[in-house]
């Protein structure tokens, strides 16, 4: 697997053997491949799937601030606004799927006016979240998002990844997600989720 680094011990992205050589077979049908990179940006809006946006560039034209490496004769661009949103990710590739990115970070949560999102219960339910509920919900493909509670009980959330847009993704929020977040964090008596499912495209589970 080859790396994109931006210094010795700073990993960006991973490149998965075969996603390599099928965005090399890729390139090498654009004209001037010679002088094409590949730019790899994150779309970016709270409270929605991350967006990426891989497309073929002239590397000579990429902003000052992009970070440019070659990986294994693949120039790779990666705008210094996508960075921090795609570090330690793995782009893979396969015959079924096709070009497919594998990434730990999750999109930042959505402001919602009138909630609360940084108190002692807001602390507590994104503590159980990050311990308890996304490391079971990530063997499905998915995750919540902690998005604010109203003071009178009920927590905000946002489902990604394998939940969004998941037949199931109903009843996993009210049977699992709720009932730990009640039983873990006083004052917790109702979980609503903020997702519009009708945007989940392709789900892993579904």
């Given at each position: ?56 560039d ?38 079924r ?37 996304n ?64 945007t ?7």
């Amino acid at each position: 697997m080859s790396p994109l680094v931006t210094n010795s011990s700073d990993t960006i992205i991973e490149i998965t053997p075969e996603a390599l050589a099928k965005l090399l077979e890729l390139r090498d049908e654009e004209p001037e491949q010679e002088r094409l990179g590949l730019r790899i940006e994150v779309l970016v809006s709270p409270g929605e799937e991350y967006k990426y946006d891989l497309s073929f560039d002239v590397v000579t034209q990429a902003a000052f601030t992009d970070e440019v490496r070659t990986i294994e004769g693949l120039k790779i661009i990666v705008p210094q606004s996508s960075i921090e949103h795609i570090h330690g990710a793995t782009l893979d590739y396969s015959d079924r799927q096709g070009l497919l990115m594998r990434n730990p970070n999750k999109p930042p949560a959505p402001v919602v006016e009138g909630l609360v999102r940084d108190d002692e219960m807001s602390a507590s339910i994104e503590a159980v979240i990050a311990t308890d509920i996304n490391p079971s919900l990530a063997a499905h493909g998915g995750f919540v998002t902690f998005v604010g509670h109203d003071t009178e009980g009920t927590a905000y959330l946002t489902m990604g990844g394998g939940c969004h847009g998941c037949s199931m993704s109903k009843m996993t929020m009210l049977e699992g997600v709720q009932t730990t977040l009640i039983e873990q964090v006083p004052g917790v008596v109702k979980v609503r989720d903020l997702t519009d499912h009708a945007t989940g495209s392709n789900p892993f589970y579904s």
